[in-house]
């Protein structure tokens, strides 16, 4: 593990100097990675070859074939993922606040990067991409690591985006690093003295065996049990179409609806719609008692209220009230997105202010929870953490703070005592 | 331990009801609080003079026991405290930003409660009160453990504590609730799956202890060595004044000054007249080869350079350049609070970028990093963190964010496909 130290050491030395690299240094590294993936296409293209043939003969399935392959649309896709990138402001020296303590000594609140970011990700080796160049753009040093599987792929990405940046600015030396084995990873989850952020981008498991196994702050979510509650007032037509997108529109993912919590009052005129829709769409519906007596279900336990199908499979329960939906979200739910369906601003709102999770919504459906759709471009990850960034995170997620305090000579001790002078704590524009 | 998951569940449920308490309610309840204090003012002393009494028979250092005293004037400063806590904004329900994803598709960014807060303190009952109040202020639920000294100051405290704003409001319940043993707290800090963040306020040690033992984000700073570098440019009388002021004004605490660090250039005729202000304050300078030849000191090993002495003890080392000092603060220093003393502002700045700190500072004492000086009102801690919350941390630092969407029954498969309606991602004032 002397070899995984020695990485995140001379990965902490260049998140120094990457501190005040000017924006359009970081951009022109970026520019420079674009060149790069165009030049060198063939060669990116031919290792990924390699990583396909050698996982079709271990006998991949072919859908993960699918998100281990990186073609020359793939390439075009993150061309434009690193335009789009090299756009967004610079998250990095935003004055966040400025006061006057005294005269003469005025103090600023500053965003900055945050150092050392160590990255986990499965099979996409366009997330490489994605994530080195989002930590490039926030000054912040990275270490990843990605599936056994895009192994070639993986080390030809690593090494263009080094040439690339290095070539831009020598100061971009070991700002970017590949680690090849799982156990340099656990390795690095011990190193809290040098790394200050771990991004799981994977499966559940993987995020939770990563959160077991660190002190490093983790961002991300091992779960996403989303609810949509329909009130008793909603809008027919709205519920059943926002509640079958939630449901349907792409089931394999995190945002997508997993319980169903319709009010008793507008049951039976929902449910048989809803039913013969997802029935169409090839859903199993696993409902309580009250729901089986309106339509067919199998019958649901306890555990479907807190499983994450990402599946055609879906959880109806029946509740009495706005409060019993809250309380069933909070209790049950993983604090990722829940949707409200109803007319009434004031149920809207105590719906959004109650439900305790990273996105509440309001009569759309909770697959808008993304990065991307919330405008934010490119998106680390969405997080259920209550600490640092919550919901879809995008580069500022990757950033800190700093306080700066200017002065001219001044002293706490002429603060204290009979003759203190006085803080004035004006706010400054 | 089911007792003090018993109390942790409680305190979630509470923060659920905390969500939405109105301002006013909560500064109500803050006022009650106030009432109380003044009311039952006898009964507080009382149960400190017990606690007092006990804490002399046990031989407890006079410094601990004037930290013990709880007094008459101490309440009326922790009254004074909760005065200018009402005063200040409100930190919950602050609208980030607003953006419009679509037409009739509002996505809004708000400031909320983070949850649960695990608080551990050491001695002072003030903590106490100052801990609970951050907490009702930010719509938190909190568990304290205070120091088994100051168990009958504390339990009074508690006590009124709750009668004070569970009888504002019943919402209140469960919201301050003290733990009366160490081995209850060490469970507490197992429960993340119940707890949002931990506070610990007292030694390093307890710090360093509970960071290696919880899975929870941890706010604070388990150390404090702090810099001033005199660069060689610097104007004598101000280096020699500030230097004075930031190890001597008050050095038993975190922002004081551990470490001094002078360019080459300026020591000769710096060096002696320090060495002469901190002989009289009875300073125990330990210096670096280079300085031993111009002042009399102790000479200093590796140690010293991460030593964090909370006393009148300096550690002196010569640089050859400002890179040298970044270089020297970055590698041994606590990233907590370290100052430059220049005439020349791109120094300065150089200096402000590269050194990673908390707070980083020009021609002023680095005594300054504290949350009242700067301005937030009551301060929870000084966070060394890189996430979340950094320096001197005041209410926001207890306060996360929730994205609210608003739609009118907009579903995702209309923006993805061929007939994809694009969005309009228009910043909203």
Not at 95 to 119: A, F, K, M, N
Not at 225 to 248: G, I, Q, R, S
Request: proline share 2%; glycine share 6%; aromatic share 6%.
């Amino acid at each position: 593990m002397d070899a995984i130290r020695a990485a995140a050491e001379k990965a902490k030395e260049a998140s120094y100097r990457l501190q005040d690299l000017a924006l359009e240094l970081r951009n022109d590294a970026l520019r420079s990675v674009i060149e790069q993936l165009q030049e060198r296409k063939q060669e990116i293209v031919s290792a990924n070859q390699l990583d396909l043939r050698e996982a079709q003969s271990a006998g991949l399935q072919s859908s993960l074939l699918k998100r281990l392959n990186y073609d020359g649309s793939k390439i075009q896709e993150s061309v434009r993922q690193l335009e789009s990138l090299i756009d967004q402001e610079d998250p990095i020296g935003r004055v966040i606040s400025r006061i006057e303590l005294d005269h003469g000594l005025i103090l600023t609140r500053t965003s900055c990067p945050i150092g050392v970011i160590g990255v986990v990700f499965e099979s996409r080796p366009d997330a490489l991409i994605q994530i080195s160049s989002l930590c490039i753009k926030s000054g912040n040093a990275v270490l990843l690591k990605g599936g056994s599987e895009a192994k070639n792929t993986n080390e030809a990405l690593a090494k263009l985006i080094d040439q690339a940046i290095v070539g831009t600015d020598n100061r971009f030396k070991d700002a970017v690093q590949l680690l090849s084995t799982r156990e340099e990873f656990r390795g690095l989850l011990a190193l809290n003295d040098l790394v200050d952020l771990i991004i799981p981008r994977g499966s559940n498991e993987l995020v939770r065996s990563i959160q077991a196994s660190t002190k490093i702050p983790v961002l991300g979510h091992a779960a996403g049990v989303c609810h949509t509650y329909v009130h008793e007032d909603a809008d027919l037509e709205m519920a059943a179409k926002v509640c079958f997108d939630a449901k349907c529109q792409y089931p394999a993912v995190c945002n997508a609806m997993e319980t169903l919590l319709v009010h008793r009052g507008i049951a039976e005129a929902l449910l048989p719609r809803l039913a013969n829709d997802y029935e169409k769409a090839g859903v199993e519906l696993r409902g309580d008692d009250p729901s089986s007596k309106i339509i067919k279900v199998h019958p649901a336990e306890e555990k479907d209220w807190w499983t994450e199908y990402n599946d055609l499979v879906l959880a109806i329960k029946i509740v009495g009230s706005l409060d019993e939906a809250i309380d069933h979200i909070n209790k049950f739910g993983s604090h990722h997105t829940d949707a409200i369906i109803t007319k009434d601003q004031t149920s809207a709102n105590k719906f959004m202010d109650l439900v305790d999770s990273s996105s509440v919504m309001w009569n759309c459906s909770t697959r808008f929870a993304d990065g991307y759709r919330y405008g934010l471009g490119a998106e680390v990850g969405i997080s259920t953490s209550k600490t640092h960034a919550r919901g879809p995170v995008g580069l500022e997620g990757l950033t800190i703070y700093k306080y700066r305090l200017s002065g001219s000579g001044q002293i706490v001790a002429d603060y204290v005592g009979e003759k203190a002078r006085d803080f004035t704590h004006r706010k400054l524009s």
